[in-house]
């Protein structure tokens, strides 16, 4: 059964640093990976979708990398701002299932002034 | 603009009440759908796939006669619960997409209060 864990459960930076969220999962045997944002009270945003074949992704400021042996993947967030504080989520589609996700315990970031 | 919409967003309901609760697919039919429930401070939990024209999936320890799923067109499932008690107290979601490895679109969530 795969499972997946995020470290740290919580983090608060000043703005302007650059951060890593980590990520590591059981079964190396995946679909794909994808990160997600979750402000409170809301939904699910998708940020990055990283296939199996795939070493990473980038979209703006954000970086994730994707070591499927290793079972890690990391989140790489440049210049952080106080609007990047949320909970993020890191979720595993196995394969076989890739539309079913296993999900992160989350970190939750908090960006201060 | 929105992939997947759900209603509603909040609601409250006395113990022993059923509330139902609407996923939509507003860019794609979908044959299937999944819905994940996250209590607090816990991550999300897949509870059952949803499948267009068939009866819903569930994941180990999710009560079937409790979480009635219906998904009778490509473009809408919804979720009942039923006879909620305080501990279904939680935030249900549902998630459309990740045919073929691609992106997965989730809906805006509901919070459920069983009071």
């Known amino acids: 059964k795969q499972e997946v864990t995020q470290i740290p459960a919580a983090l608060s930076v000043p703005e302007g640093e650059n951060l890593v969220l980590n990520c590591s999962f059981t079964?190396?045997?995946?679909?794909?990976l994808q990160w997600f944002r979750q402000d409170p009270g809301k939904g699910l945003t998708s940020l990055l979708l990283i296939q199996s074949s795939q070493r990473e992704q980038t979209s703006g400021r954000l970086n994730a990398s994707l070591d499927k042996s290793s079972g890690r993947s990391t989140l790489y967030i440049a210049a952080s701002q106080p609007g990047d504080s949320a909970t993020y989520l890191c979720a595993v589609g196995n394969t076989g299932t890739a539309s079913k996700l296993t999900f992160g315990t989350g970190t939750r970031l908090q960006v201060t002034l | 603009g929105a992939v997947v919409s759900q209603h509603p967003s909040w609601v409250i309901c006395k113990s022993g009440t059923s509330v139902k609760i609407e996923c939509r697919s507003l860019?794609?039919?979908?044959?299937?759908m999944f819905w994940y429930r996250q209590f607090p401070k816990q991550s999300l939990m897949l509870m059952a796939t949803?499948?267009?024209?068939?009866?819903?999936?569930?994941e180990q320890g999710v009560e079937k006669d409790k979480f009635l799923i219906n998904h009778a067109s490509l473009t809408l499932s919804t979720l009942t619960v039923t006879s909620a008690h305080p501990e279904d107290s939680s935030f249900y979601i549902c998630?459309?997409?990740?045919?073929?490895?691609?992106?997965?679109?989730f809906g805006e969530g509901s919070w459920l209060t069983v009071v």
């Open positions: 998630s459309v997409g990740g045919w073929s490895g691609n992106t997965i679109y």
């Open positions: 949803s499948n267009e024209g068939s009866k819903a999936t569930y």
């Open positions: 079964d190396s045997a995946i679909y794909n």
């Open positions: 860019d794609f039919q979908a044959t299937t």
